[in-house]
């Protein structure tokens, strides 16, 4: 099953399918390794909803709803 | 003298390892054209002398950040004989991710393999000569936190230093590879340095390298129009970024050995899972802020005097009312330094042993030029030091407020205030990051100003930097004690401190209102992305704080022997001399002594002085541009008198709490007496009486001077902040927004129908700005037009 990273709820894992988005932003994401095959997991929702904390690649990654909808996600079991 | 350059991530230990290697060396520099901090120093125990140039910290060589542009430009051109890489262990994916760039580079790389002992302590190994092996440059195992390694990596990287590397890629297995040697096979015929680097790049499409070779792009496209991967389609960029993590997941897993473990919770994730929790992130972060300003200004430590119930004793004060009536001497002084009928924090502790020193230098200087000629002293007294101490006055407060926040920034949790505040502040066209330095605005603009370098994006900074004199600082306080208190005692009306939070309110409300406005007019665009690392909680290290307080010190120290210390001198000699070159102390002192029974009832040579102000330059200037504040309330129809209110604010562009002080000296000269109290109520109650100004008048004129150009420190500090070119305009931006906060606050105060007039107005600009923006969308950014542009040519080309 597919679907948006920005539609994950806490929690959940997956591997990256693809990454959109604009030039600037979408060199970011690739620069601190969203790319596709990575595995990711939702660690939490910031108090207020948005931004999103990741881990990836064993670190810990933040970015806004808005940029997750960029990361098609191939959700894991 | 051998030249090597530190590159690596941001919290890779890197400030640490060069702080180690250069010890007391190190300065801070700019480089060219931006605000980012440039560090250099000299490494000694070797056998040669080397010197070290920090780069700023990057994840990649992109061309989008400044941080990036600087860090290749300066691999690139400068070359340095060699670049020392470090590589954080506990996250070495992504660390070396940057090694697959710089590697591509044709010069001499080392490998420091940092913070070698936390993988060890999580049981984890790593083999450094496996992935010196697989990687195929050298990898030395540090700890810049234990201070082990430091000489091995230093020895190998000068041994290395003089043999010349070609670069290597790690593409050569993927499908791009063809295209890469062509290109670089290309650019090196051309004569290019680093061409396997630039061909790299030039197949990423990477913007700066398509506008210096233009010649090549047509290869790329070439091979794009051919070229179909099942995942990424055409997209190079992606393919890169892609070989590079595979290349990297492929050579380290079998060099790191990780412990079989389940998940455990580390200590940072636990501290984590507290401080940006769903119910109490946000009330934890606004307690910790409470307090780090309550430790830097607070007079009532941790409130025992008010708990107290004002039962603790003051120090001088008669017996009879609760005193100690100590009597005034140095050893009394001293101890008044730390407690006077409450506790201080420590920051007001530091600030007035600080006072007593320079206190101490003033009597000194005034003893040293007693014998002078009056305007000597004078000018040394008044001008150079008054001036000079007024600014440094501050130091210990900044000082200490910058530790508290370095603190923050050091252990990692700035970058959780960010993500926990972000949602807010986007709604305003910012980020979350641009909350630290705002709220640093209530302490001091100084360090509030030149923390906007956390802020990625130009346009954020800009404005960030352009409202942070609107969240009041402490040095504007006395003018809104003194006001405010003026007012209550005077009219009769009110409540001091409902008045004083009520302008504390409305310098925010014109700071949001005024970064809605510069995002929907002058710097439209897009909200700055946030995709951010949040660095593993640490103790910050006590020598990297220091380190960062003296180039703070340094700093300051700096802009107050230049540019204040020149403005102030242009204040005290516009202030002490009349248009015919008289000096005005002299003339009162001849005065009195023709006639000293008759002055005696002024407070003697000062009274008089003061009580001839409007004689001097400032005076005159103050009387010429008394008219400009009419719609303000406190122009021309305070009559004569009303020119000391455009005084004060003029000498408040020295240091704020002037305002109030020029109040006290000018008393005299309107109201005929010589007054001077702790709060400046009694100069306030004395300057109402004498120019009648009104309520609405008076609040307009805090308005002002909260609002309106900041102290000259503050200036010098926006100069030096703000993006070429932008200085002018922010000063200008803060005459008209303060003006316009003013005119409407007594309009609307003095009449009350004028709120409507007011609304429709800002109803017709609201309206105006709307259809505008409607008519002319954000244009599209360079780039996005550019790669419009390049997928146009290669539809048209595949049509042929």
Known sequence: ?77 | MKKFALAGNPNCGKTTLFNLLTGSTAYVGNWPGVTVDKREGTYKRGEEPVKIVDLPGIYSLSPYTPEEVISRNFILDEKPDCVINIVDATNLERNLYLTTQLMEIDVPVIIALNMMDAVEKAGDRIDAKELEKKIGLPVVQISALKNTGIKELMDRAIKISDEPREGKTVLHDSPLAHLVRDVSIALKGAKVEAPLFHAVKLAEMDEIEVKMHPELVSMVDAFKATFKDDTFGSDLEAVVADARYKYISANYSTAYERRKRGEVLTKSDKADKILTHKIWGIPIFLVILFAIFHLTFSEDLFFIGAMSGGRLPTLFGAVEEGGLGLEENAWTTLLACFYDGAVFSPGVMITNLWTWCLDWVGELLGLATANAPLWVGSFVGDGIWGGLSAVLGFLPQILVLFLFFSILEDSGYMARVAFILDRIFRRFGLSGRAFMPMIMGFGCSLPAMINTRTLADDNERTATIRVIPMFSCGAKLPILTAIAGGIVQYFGVGNADLITYGMYLVGIVTAIVCVILMRSTTMRGEVPPFIMELPAYHLPLFKGLMIHLWDKTKHFVKKAFTIIFASTIVIWFLSSFSWNWKFLLQDAQELFESDPVLYASLEGVEGLVNMHMENSILGSIGMLIQPLFTPLGFGSQLGKAGWVFAVAALTGLVAKENVIATFGTLAASVAGAYIATDEGIAEAVAMISATGITIPALISFIAFNMVTIPCFAACATAKSELPKGKFSWTLLFWLVTSYIVGTVIYLVGSWWWTVFIVLAVIAAAVLGLVLWNRKHPVALSAEESEEALLEEAAVAEEEK
């Open chain 1, 1 to 77: 099953m597919t679907k948006l990273l920005n539609e994950f709820s806490v929690g959940e894992r997956g591997v990256i399918k693809t990454v959109s988005g604009e030039g600037k932003i979408r060199r970011r994401l690739f620069d601190m390794g969203v790319t596709p095959g990575a595995e990711v997991l939702l660690r939490k929702k910031a108090p207020l909803g948005d931004p999103l904390e990741l881990t990836i690649r064993g670190y810990e990654l933040t970015l806004r709803k808005t940029e997750a909808a960029c990361v098609l996600m191939e959700v894991k079991e």
